[in-house]
């Protein structure tokens, strides 16, 4: 059975066909044009549609790297299927270097969105009606807030079977089973029938380097996992898989000047000292528990913060020493690219 032309945008894709469209956007009120940039790439032989996005937030940056990275993979040459990988959602944001768009909303808030609303909800739309409705599966690519880093780490509906056995495969040892938010991608893209992972890890307006390794790698795992590329013969550490349901933050007693004792990826006990916060004198003014065992898969890296601000974000899970331990083999596994890229 011949495969059914793809179209985007007004742009049509055979099967065999790369394409690199602008996907039009509603224009600024300077009347500047503005556009989505999105590569396409089908290959000859049926599978499923996969879109890969970054920078639904405006400064989270590691995203763009990993899907330019995955562009240029010699990986993807003999591709089943469509991968749909946009390197960038909200532009508006990426050229203010901010999380949110110009009316000051948060795209990631606004799907399913509306072609006659709000800025926002325009972009929502178009980009759910020309990208992700046509996809069977997606992975959306996101990085801390400013100030604050994440550890590598997939978030999804992990009660569905479909969705946890992609999860796994991805290879990043935090597993959290994430309810799904009102008007984020992530719900509007279930709703609509796609298999979707969230991948966080590093902080906005940084690349960092261990992250995107890290979520390359983990896509082209998926990939494969989907049927999408051939399997790897390529051997590395026994990577596990570690499930979190539960996680929560942990916020300052005081305001005033922090030091970090605990960092990203380490296993902690409860009791276990995260760090002390101090007056302009030097003066410790409370010092921060740990309010149970687990993992520290967030983190705020300004030292500064005022009451009731979240400082640490810990993942509780029944082994959380091997979780460590397997955070640790993750880096272990990830060899430099070009290494990495003739092994693939």
Sequence with gaps: MALAPLEIGGHTIAPGETKQIELEM???YTSTSMS??????RGLRDGPTLFVSAAIHGDELNGIEIVGRLIR???IARLRGTLIAVPMVNVYGVLNQSRYLPDRRDLNRSFPGSRKGSLAGRLANLFLKEIVSKCDIGIDLHTGAIHRSNLPQIRANLDDPEVLGMAKAFGVPVLLNADLRDGSLRQAAS????????????QALRYDEFSIRAGLRGVINTMRH???LNKSRAKGHDIKRFIARESGWVRAAESGF???LAQLGDHIEKGDKLATISDPYGEILTTMLSPMDGVIIGKQNIPLTQEGEAIYHIAYFKQPDSVAE?????QDNLVPDDVMQSSL
């Design 26 to 28: 509603p224009p600024l």
């Design 36 to 41: 989505i940039p999105v590569y396409v790439k």
């Design 73 to 75: 993979s010699k990986a």
């Design 191 to 202: 709703e609509a029938g796609v298999k979707i992972l969230l991948y966080e890890a590093g």
């Design 226 to 228: 989907v049927g999408m």
């Design 258 to 260: 922090v030091r970090h």
């Design 326 to 330: 397997h955070v640790e083999l993750l």
